[in-house]
């Protein structure tokens, strides 16, 4: 744990390790220095247009589903989301409405679910949860780059493994939808990615620790600074 003091009061405790998320995880991952920004300044973050189309897809995809609303027609789930959004992401609306109708139009069992689990300090939120009585998969949506749900396996099994802890349920895959691009892709939840995910957690967990009794942040300077909401706070980056 952290502390600021001003003439030998404390005027502010921190710990960077409180009430992680798979948001504050892969931030740490791709940037401790984002992470200590992102920690120290939580309302000085400026989003940018890539981030702000994201999080307005998601908003769209998410009211869809409201109340577990269920489709059975391509037509049905484009006339919704032109309620929810008739001004813009037509093109998405349309992609969408499409992988539905490939999948059959799933039973969904939940939406945008937050769950927190108290023995770890650790908050995660799922977009969707399909489940036809037999098999239950959990969905997130991605804006931006084409990738595979492997890529995402950190996330992806850090969502499963904290549902099952909490409902025990079992959730049987994990996939992503990709919406700029209309395609999903899916992976098996195992034993063994659980048990990986969980040693990356610690893993991690002991990286954000020294870094924090060491209080240096690292910062990796990448292309995707560009993109990154803290930028401005960052010296390396405004070198």
Not at 119 to 137: A, H, M, P, Q, S
Not at 195 to 223: G, M
Request: net charge positive; charged share 35%.
């Amino acid at each position: 744990m952290g502390q600021l003091s001003l003439f030998g009061n404390t005027v502010k405790e921190y710990n960077y390790t409180k009430r992680l998320s798979k948001s504050k995880l892969n931030c740490f991952i791709n940037c401790p220095k984002q992470f200590q920004l992102m920690n120290d300044n939580p309302k000085e973050g400026i989003p940018g247009p890539a981030l702000i189309k994201g999080i307005k897809v998601h908003d769209m995809f998410d009211k869809l589903y409201d109340y577990k609303k269920q489709y059975n027609s391509k037509e049905e789930i484009i006339k919704k989301l032109m309620e929810i959004e008739p001004n813009e992401y037509h093109d998405y609306k349309e992609k969408f409405a499409e992988w539905q109708k490939e999948m059959n139009f799933p039973k969904i069992e939940n939406t945008e679910e937050k769950i927190y689990d108290k023995e770890d300090d650790i908050v995660i939120k799922y977009d969707r949860l399909d489940f036809d009585g037999k098999t239950r998969i959990m969905w997130d949506y991605k804006t931006g780059k084409l990738k595979t749900a492997l890529d995402h396996e950190f996330e992806l099994i850090l969502y499963a493994y904290y549902y099952m802890k909490k409902t025990r349920d079992r959730i049987h895959y994990v996939g992503i939808y990709f919406a700029d691009h209309g395609k999903a892709d899916i992976i098996k939840v195992t034993d063994k990615r659980i048990q990986r995910v969980l040693c990356d957690i610690h893993n991690y967990i002991s990286e954000i620790k020294d870094c924090e009794n060491s209080n240096c942040f690292p910062a990796r300077k990448t292309w995707k600074c560009r993109f990154c909401s803290w930028n401005h706070l960052c010296e390396v980056y405004n070198k």
